[in-house]
């Protein structure tokens, strides 16, 4: 057996190294074509935003010109009547919702024997309170004083002076005390229905 390779040009094999530059070459070719596929899904994605983006552009500047649009047309005068109107409303609401009953029912059980009232002027205040002022008649300087301690002590009624004093005709006396009155909150009535 002859061992000797004769030909003038030696034969190599050259199968192998070609199958695997084929694969190399295919697996090239499928990145390839994967990534002109992303590129070509980012790019439509991108138009598809940039086309959103300018309508959300342009709709916000249309909304920004009917809100320049709306200011111009707001009338502060009207704003400001309106505010006046509905802050008397409410102290008319406020006077109307104000009992009577309940101030002359603290008064009854505050008043000394020797003291009595001859006028009584209710104003309502921001806050929700009532500034009162109290005409009262009485013997002495002691009944306006304990008139304005059990006033106080009710806890309805604070912050009561006498701004003014003098004895009339008969030789009594006629104060005026001012203070604030906070009048009992509404009560909401409820009614228990029991089953016959």
Do not use: C
């Not at 008397?88 to 009854?108: C, K, P, Y």
């Not at 209710?122 to 002691?142: F, K, M, N, Y």
Request: hydrophobic share 40%.
């Amino acid at each position: 057996m002859i061992r000797t390779n004769l030909s003038t040009r030696p034969f190599y094999n050259e199968r192998a190294v070609h199958l695997w530059l084929l694969a190399l070459g295919a697996i090239v070719a499928v990145i390839t074509v994967f990534n002109i596929s992303r590129v070509i899904g980012y790019s439509q994605s991108d138009t598809a935003l940039a086309t959103q983006a300018s309508r959300d552009e342009a709709r916000v500047a249309e909304v920004r010109r009917e809100a320049a649009r709306l200011r111009a047309t707001v009338n502060l005068q009207q704003i400001e009547l309106a505010s006046t109107e509905a802050r008397v409303a409410n102290q008319l609401i406020d006077r109307r919702t104000f009992s009577w009953t309940e101030l002359f029912n603290q008064f009854e059980v505050t008043f000394p024997d020797n003291v009595r009232v001859t006028s009584v002027r209710p104003q309502l205040d921001e806050q929700g309170g009532v500034q009162l002022t109290i005409t009262v008649v009485a013997r002495s300087v002691d009944d306006v004083d304990e008139l304005m301690r059990n006033l106080e002590e009710t806890g309805r009624f604070r912050n009561f002076l006498s701004v003014e004093e003098r004895f009339n005709d008969d030789g009594l006396l006629v104060a005026t005390l001012a203070g604030t009155y906070t009048p009992m909150p509404a009560q909401t009535v409820t009614t228990d229905k029991k089953a016959p």
